[in-house]
Every structure is written in structure tokens, then in C-alpha cells.
Nanobody, 116 residues
Framework: QVQLVESGGGLVQPGESLRLSCVASGFSISESDMSWVRQAPGKDLTWVSVAFRDGGITTTQRFAEGRFTIIRDNADNTVYLQMNALKPEDTAVYYC?????????RGQGTQVTVSS
């Protein structure tokens, strides 16, 4: 059974950093594209960053470029999202996803709130 469990969210001030973690079970992330997706209050799901299965290639939305980094640790079957220089508009529930972009299976999410 595919399962994704996110953690690491919280309340931070603008400019601070957070590192989200996603522990996968039921499959090997080395054989899958993996993504981070977010949903801000009242808005649709939006993909944030993708780590493709092959070649270590990643892609990140323009709003997160230079601030967010997706990292895969195949040995620990864990995917991370390092988020720096957080802004209030980054406030959302963040989901880990199996598959590219919005993915096909997502975890339960972790809340990130950026506020002074």
C-alpha cells in the first residue's frame, strides 16, 4: 500500500526557513517521479517542485525558484522540500505526491503558515 507521510510544517516569520519531510512506504521513490504540491486557502492545488526519476533532474515553479529545493534521499525513501526566504503568500498546506506535478497519490499534508 502506497503511503506518504509529511512533517515539518509550522508557523514561521517572513524570511525564515523550513524543511519539509515526506517518508514514503509501499514503493521505492527511486522508481518514481516525486513532487511537492501546495494548496493555499481558497485556492486550487498547485505543484511546487518535481524531482524526476531519471537523471536527478528537478523543476520548480517560478514563484519558488531560488528559494525552494526538492531533495530526494533514495536510501531513506524520503523526499524533502527545503524552503528558504519564506513569504506570507507561501502559506498553504503542503503535500508530498507520488508522480510528477500534482501526482497520483498524495499524503495528508502539513500546514505551513508564514506570518509576522
Amino acid at each position: 500500500q502506497v503511503q506518504l507521510v509529511e512533517s515539518g510544517g509550522g508557523l514561521v516569520q517572513p524570511g525564515e526557513s523550513l524543511r519539509l519531510s515526506c517518508v514514503a512506504s509501499g514503493f521505492s521513490i527511486s522508481e518514481s517521479d516525486m513532487s511537492w504540491v501546495r494548496q493555499a486557502p481558497g485556492k486550487d492545488l498547485t505543484w511546487v517542485s518535481v524531482a524526476f526519476r531519471d537523471g536527478g533532474i528537478t523543476t520548480t515553479q517560478r514563484f519558488a525558484e531560488g528559494r525552494f529545493t526538492i531533495i530526494r534521499d533514495n536510501a531513506d525513501n524520503t523526499v524533502y522540500l527545503q524552503m528558504n526566504a519564506l513569504k506570507p503568500e507561501d502559506t498553504a498546506v503542503y503535500y508530498c505526491a507520488k508522480g510528477a506535478y500534482l501526482g497520483v497519490v498524495r499524503g495528508q499534508g502539513t500546514q505551513v503558515t508564514v506570518s509576522s
